[in-house]
């Protein structure tokens, strides 16, 4: 992948390609596409480097480069990485003074960051292919990871979502949420809470509202089109109440694949959309040509091949310059997906996951559960909700996201905010986020639009009842 893409590195780069520019950075070098947003401030000792979208959504007006300008403005690392805390957006941001030089995303990292330490040379950059091809490298794939590659449940049905911190190519390491990356000793480490005030359950509303909504409202300012999917279930409606205020604005939409769940999905989103008063909109999207699925596949050492493709497809080809789409994947950080009796055992997240025992799955899962205790028991976090941020929205969430780069639309997550979600999780009890009430979540909608819950969420489908009649 080139689009919307970056390399940093220790090693000047003779070959880049078409449409990258290159910017000396001290002894390193940002190599970047035109597309990426990107915005450099320095005061005094401080120097900072921001790449791709960054929402201040107390603030949403805030260009980048008044934020780049705000940031540089703290001159030790704890002072700055706590300011960062409040920012929403999908974004790597580098920041160096003249003891501390780290690199770390946005929240739950839907702008990657891999990183090698090849010798002396160092490399950061977010899609692995784009990097081989520069270095003229072909991928390091493991045994392990290709046994899984060759299964057809995991290439076909699980859309290869790798659980360990690497990626296909074994040399090559992602920085997960809850890190940052120090250059000068070349290590993760933890990344604290900064925000950890006791809220009253009056003012973690007020400030959810305000960061929801303040995260939707930079997105109208800073993008020509906005685009904002709209499903039967529980995130994206949040979203859709989070974005009221901004309705006339945002095409809501959905692609109708004319599969089971997107026909219940379009059922509810048109109630809604009677009951609210919105516009909404099917988009039927044509099947993946053979010119894109070619020109798609070349972008990535494993390319995926899935029926949403399609989607990026139509925005590739349909979405005008300066658009975004906002998504509310991710929202299973509030509801607590997981229970922490499906962390019992390997063998029980496995099966909760529908993967198969294969040896690298396993080791993966048994070295983030041990790798993640210690911060799990410093912040009282539960392990779902841990589970969800360090590994299931920065591997399954970000590959999507990264995909989504070849059309030319940016993406929005408004829970990638570190301050929002920690603060719910960190002031709610487990009981009021949960299923099957939700009745946080529930609340959060009818604070922000009144009736919004009165249509119901998800109901099942035909196969969900053939499923209970069989796993009975």
Same mark, same amino acid.
């Given at each position: 992948?080139?689009?919307?893409?970056y390399?940093f590195? +220790?090693?000047?780069?003779?070959?880049?390609?078409?449409?990258? =520019? =290159?910017?000396?950075?001290?002894?390193? %070098?940002?190599?970047r596409?035109?597309?990426?947003?990107?915005?450099?401030?320095?005061?005094?000792?401080?120097?900072?480097?921001?790449?791709?979208? *960054?929402?201040?959504?107390?603030?949403?007006?805030?260009?980048?480069?008044?934020?780049? /300008?705000?940031?540089?403005s703290f001159?030790?690392k704890?002072?700055?990485?706590?300011?960062?805390?409040?920012? +929403?957006?999908?974004?790597?941001?580098?920041?160096?003074?003249?003891?501390?030089?780290?690199?770390?995303?946005?929240?739950?990292?839907?702008? /990657?960051?891999?990183?090698?330490?090849?010798?002396?040379?160092?490399?950061?950059? +977010?899609?692995?292919?784009?990097?081989?091809d520069?270095?003229?490298?072909?991928?390091?794939?493991?045994?392990k990871?290709?046994t899984?590659? /060759?299964?057809n449940v995991?290439?076909?049905?699980?859309q290869? %979502?790798?659980? &360990?911190?690497?990626?296909w190519?074994?040399?090559?390491k992602?920085?997960?949420?809850?890190?940052?990356?120090?250059?000068?000793?070349?290590?993760?480490?933890?990344?604290?809470?900064?925000?950890?005030?006791?809220? =009253?359950?009056?003012?973690?509303?007020?400030?959810?509202?305000?960061?929801?909504?303040?995260?939707?409202?930079?997105?109208?300012?800073?993008?020509?089109?906005?685009? $904002?999917?709209?499903?039967?279930?529980?995130?994206?409606?949040l979203?859709?109440?989070? +974005?009221?205020?901004f309705?006339?604005?945002?095409?809501?939409?959905?692609f109708?694949? =004319?599969?089971?769940?997107?026909?219940?999905?379009?059922?509810?989103a048109?109630?809604?959309?009677k009951?609210?008063?919105?516009?909404?909109?099917?988009?039927?999207?044509k099947?993946?040509?053979?010119?894109?699925?070619?020109?798609?596949?070349?972008e990535?050492? *494993?390319?995926?091949?899935?029926?949403?493709?399609?989607?990026?497809?139509?925005?590739?080809?349909?979405?005008? %310059?300066?658009?975004? /789409? *906002?998504t509310?994947?991710?929202?299973?950080m *509030?509801?607590?997906?997981?229970?922490?009796?499906?962390?019992?055992?390997?063998?029980k997240?496995l099966q909760?996951?529908?993967?198969?025992?294969?040896?690298?799955n396993?080791?993966?899962?048994?070295?983030?559960?041990?790798?993640?205790?210690n911060?799990?028991?410093?912040? &009282?976090?539960?392990? &779902?909700? $841990?589970? %969800?941020?360090?590994?299931?929205?920065?591997?399954w969430?970000?590959?999507?996201?990264?995909?989504?780069?070849?059309?030319?639309?940016e993406?929005?997550?408004?829970?990638?905010?570190?301050?929002?979600?920690?603060?719910?999780?960190?002031?709610?009890?487990?009981?009021e986020?949960?299923?099957? #009430?939700?009745?946080?979540?529930?609340?959060l909608?009818?604070?922000?639009?009144? #009736?919004?819950?009165?249509?119901?969420?998800?109901?099942?489908?035909?196969?969900?009842r053939?499923?209970?009649?069989?796993?009975?």
């Amino acid at each position: 992948m080139k689009r919307n893409q970056y390399i940093f590195s +220790s090693e000047k780069l003779e070959v880049l390609p078409e449409g990258f =520019s =290159s910017h000396e950075y001290g002894q390193f %070098f940002l190599y970047r596409d035109e597309n990426l947003k990107s915005f450099f401030a320095k005061n005094g000792d401080v120097e900072i480097i921001l790449l791709g979208l *960054i929402i201040n959504p107390f603030q949403p007006e805030q260009t980048g480069q008044e934020i780049a /300008n705000l940031l540089v403005s703290f001159d030790t690392k704890q002072s700055f990485l706590k300011e960062l805390e409040s920012f +929403s957006g999908r974004y790597v941001v580098i920041y160096k003074n003249n003891f501390d030089f780290i690199a770390l995303t946005d929240f739950i990292a839907q702008r /990657n960051i891999f990183y090698w330490f090849n010798s002396d040379k160092t490399y950061l950059f +977010s899609c692995e292919k784009l990097l081989l091809d520069i270095l003229n490298l072909e991928p390091v794939i493991s045994d392990k990871k290709m046994t899984m590659l /060759n299964d057809n449940v995991f290439s076909k049905i699980k859309q290869q %979502f790798l659980l &360990g911190e690497d990626e296909w190519d074994d040399r090559f390491k992602k920085l997960i949420p809850n890190y940052y990356l120090d250059l000068n000793t070349k290590k993760t480490k933890s990344l604290p809470i900064y925000h950890l005030e006791n809220l =009253s359950h009056e003012q973690l509303i007020e400030q959810s509202v305000n960061m929801l909504r303040g995260t939707i409202h930079g997105a109208i300012i800073h993008f020509d089109k906005v685009y $904002q999917a709209l499903t039967a279930g529980y995130d994206s409606r949040l979203i859709l109440t989070a +974005s009221f205020p901004f309705k006339e604005k945002i095409q809501y939409f959905l692609f109708d694949r =004319s599969t089971t769940n997107i026909s219940n999905d379009i059922k509810i989103a048109k109630k809604l959309s009677k009951r609210l008063g919105f516009d909404f909109q099917t988009i039927k999207p044509k099947f993946v040509s053979e010119s894109f699925k070619k020109e798609f596949d070349q972008e990535f050492v *494993i390319a995926r091949d899935l029926p949403k493709h399609q989607n990026i497809q139509y925005f590739k080809n349909n979405a005008p %310059f300066n658009s975004v /789409n *906002i998504t509310g994947d991710g929202g299973e950080m *509030i509801r607590s997906f997981r229970s922490a009796e499906t962390f019992s055992s390997i063998d029980k997240l496995l099966q909760s996951l529908l993967y198969k025992p294969f040896d690298y799955n396993v080791e993966s899962l048994e070295q983030w559960i041990s790798k993640s205790k210690n911060y799990r028991e410093q912040y &009282g976090l539960e392990i &779902g909700d $841990q589970f %969800f941020i360090e590994v299931s929205m920065p591997k399954w969430g970000a590959k999507w996201t990264l995909e989504q780069d070849f059309s030319g639309v940016e993406e929005l997550n408004p829970f990638s905010n570190r301050r929002l979600i920690y603060s719910i999780l960190l002031n709610i009890e487990l009981e009021e986020r949960s299923g099957p #009430n939700f009745k946080f979540v529930r609340e959060l909608m009818e604070t922000m639009t009144p #009736n919004s819950t009165s249509i119901v969420f998800n109901p099942p489908t035909w196969k969900d009842r053939v499923k209970k009649i069989i796993y009975r």
